[in-house]
Structure formats: structure tokens, C-alpha cells
């Protein structure tokens, strides 16, 4: 039996410039090519994924056409749709590669709630870039039109709406995800970050929030007993001085250099900062590795152990 992963993938690996369903479809379609790797290599794979573009490109959406008597849905309910259909997208991706490859594997979505806490200060102090990139001048318009929402700079790609992302305190679905890996199944689990749920003791509510899918990946990672976290982006490795002449590659590193490198502020919030928290919370939780690479380099990584990891010592 291979080793269990939990393999986290960025929402801006599906939707880059093309929005159309098709093209984040032929997105999954190269992102399935690469992942089936870890099936081929024997590995228990769980998949995450994210959804910023596509939440915020959704909600454009609901605003645009909703009516008295089609109102526009809560951002909760927005994170399980934008679950079903990268799920949908990701699962029908993956059955063609795995079908291609003469392989057995069935990939399976579970929709699925993630809970966090309903006094986290996060709710009073939005920080989760979502929807598409906008100029300055679009962001300062959008906000007049909008007094309430927030917008910031992220990573020098243009201004963002930005929400609440409470940190994830659990995963409600956690056994039905064993039970699909038990089975040989592998599930795409707290895709969006998971719905975010709040506990009253008794029942279970949802909260206009998106939760970080890195850092609800690295729940479900602990949750599960799993051996890795690897968090897949655009980026092949970790970076210190990043775009900078003398930036340097991380290809393994410690949880305390890491510390001193967020300290020097080397990585940048919203973007490589949650990835790099996620994967020392992993790594301190369980002893475990973490690991933070490009999806195009899966074979690298599987081959030579190449990308940036993350380990104890
Ligand atoms: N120190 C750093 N090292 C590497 N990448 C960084 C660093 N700081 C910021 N980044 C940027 O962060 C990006 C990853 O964040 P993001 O695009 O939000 O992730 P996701 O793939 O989950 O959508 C990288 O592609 C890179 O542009
Ligand atoms: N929910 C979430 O973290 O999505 P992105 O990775 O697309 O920002």
C-alpha cells in the first residue's frame, strides 16, 4: 500500500484567464494528466482543491441576474456550488486519464462542510482575495457601488474583493473520506476550502465565508493520518527574496527557518504565506512532510524528490 497524500490544488491552476467552463474542463483535463501520476505511483491520493476565481466570478453572476423571486444565493451556498462543479470537472477529467491509462480507479466529490468558529476574528476582518483581477480605478468604482465589501492588492496581480476565511476547526465529512480510501476510491474533499459550518451544540450553520483551501487541507490531512501534504502551485519551489536578482529556491527546509522567513515577511499574505503556515501546522501536528510545488513538476517531485520540502529538522 502506497503512501496516503493529501495533494491541495490552487483555484488559479483551473481558472487563468479563459472563465468559460470548457476551458477550466481542458484546465482539469492537463491537471488530471499530471495527478493520475501519484495513482500510477501506487499512492493513496485524496484531492483538494480551490475556489477563489470561480466563487467570486460566481457571485458576480448571482448579482448580476438575481430577482425577487430568484434571489441571489449566500456565499455558503455558493462554496457548495462551485464544489459540485469542479468536482464534476475534476471527476470527469480524472476518469478519462485513468481510463486512457488502462487503469482501475474510481475518483469520487464529496461535498463537504468544514466546521470553524463562530467567534473567529476573521469574521470582522476580511483577507481572502476572491473573483477576478482589477485595476485600481475598477476596484475604487466596485467599492462605491458596494460600500460594504473590502478590496486589497494581491501579490502584485491587481486588486481582489477580499472576505472572510475563518480557520478550520474540523471536517464534518472526515469518515466518509476514510471510507472512500478504504475502499480503493479516491475522494476530491473540502474542495473551496469546505462549507464553512458553525456547531450551536445541536446543529450545523452555514457562514458567508471561503475558508482557506490550504489550511483546510491541512485539517483534513491530519484528520485522516495522512503521510504528505503537497500543495500544488504555479510555482515549482518555495522562494526566498522572491522576484528578486538574488532570489533563492528552498528545496528543503525547516519548520524554524521557515518561522524566520515569515518573520523577514519573504512570503506574501493570500498567496504563499497560507501555504507555508498550512505546511508547518501539518509538519508540527504530525511529524510529517510537507511539500509545495508546481503541478508540472509532480514527476520530479515522485522521480527526485524536487520542489520545496518542508520537514521537522
Ligand atoms: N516567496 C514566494 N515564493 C514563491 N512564490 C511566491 C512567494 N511569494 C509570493 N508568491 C506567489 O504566490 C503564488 C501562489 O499563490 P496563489 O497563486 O494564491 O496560489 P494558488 O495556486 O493556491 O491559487 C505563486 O505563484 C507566486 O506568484
Ligand atoms: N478557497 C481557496 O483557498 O481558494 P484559492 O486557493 O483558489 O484561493
Do not use: I, L
Given at each position: 500500500m502506497g503512501r496516503k497524500i493529501v495533494v491541495a490544488l490552487g483555484g488559479n491552476a483551473i481558472l487563468s484567464k479563459d472563465a468559460s467552463a470548457a476551458a477550466q474542463q481542458q484546465a482539469l483535463r492537463d491537471t488530471a494528466e499530471h495527478l493520475v501520476k501519484f495513482i500510477e505511483n501506487g499512492d493513496q491520493l485524496i484531492i483538494s482543491h480551490g475556489n477563489g476565481p470561480q466563487v467570486g466570478n460566481l457571485l458576480l453572476q448571482q448579482a448580476g441576474g438575481s430577482?425577487?423571486?430568484?434571489p441571489e444565493m449566500p456565499l455558503d451556498s455558493c462554496v457548495a456550488m462551485t464544489q459540485g462543479s469542479i468536482g464534476y470537472w475534476m471527476q470527469n477529467a480524472m476518469d478519462q486519464v485513468i481510463k486512457e491509462k488502462g487503469l482501475d480507479k474510481t475518483v469520487a466529490t464529496v461535498v463537504t462542510q468544514v466546521e470553524v468558529s463562530a467567534d473567529d476574528p476573521a469574521f470582522a476582518n476580511p483577507t481572502k482575495p476572491i473573483g477576478p483581477f482589477m485595476s485600481e480605478e475598477d476596484a475604487d468604482l466596485a467599492k462605491k457601488q458596494n460600500p460594504d465589501f473590502s478590496f486589497v492588492e494581491d501579490a502584485g496581480r491587481g486588486y481582489r474583493r477580499v472576505v472572510p476565511s475563518p480557520k478550520p476547526i474540523?471536517?464534518?465529512e472526515t469518515k466518509a473520506v476514510n471510507a472512500l480510501v478504504d475502499a480503493g476510491i479516491v475522494p476530491i474533499s473540502?474542495?473551496?476550502?469546505?462549507v464553512p459550518v458553525v456547531s450551536d451544540g445541536s446543529r450545523l450553520a452555514g457562514k458567508e465565508a471561503v475558508i482557506d483551501k490550504d489550511f483546510a487541507s491541512e485539517k483534513l490531512a491530519e484528520l485522516v493520518g495522512a503521510d504528505a501534504l503537497i500543495i500544488l502551485t504555479a510555482v515549482p519551489n518555495i522562494f526566498?527574496?522572491?522576484?528578486?536578482?538574488d532570489q533563492k529556491k528552498l528545496e528543503h527546509v525547516s519548520v524554524a527557518d521557515l518561522h524566520q522567513y515569515i518573520g523577514e515577511k519573504q512570503f506574501a499574505p493570500g498567496s504563499m504565506l497560507p501555504k507555508v503556515q498550512a505546511a508547518i501546522d501539518f509538519v508540527e501536528a504530525t511529524g510529517n512532510e510537507a511539500v509545495v510545488t508546481a503541478l508540472d513538476n509532480i514527476e520530479g517531485f515522485i522521480?527526485?524528490?524536487?520542489?520545496t520540502i518542508i520537514s521537522a529538522k
Open positions: 430577482t425577487s423571486d430568484n474540523g471536517v464534518v473540502v474542495g473551496g476550502g469546505g526566498v527574496n522572491f522576484n528578486k536578482p522521480n527526485d524528490g524536487s520542489g
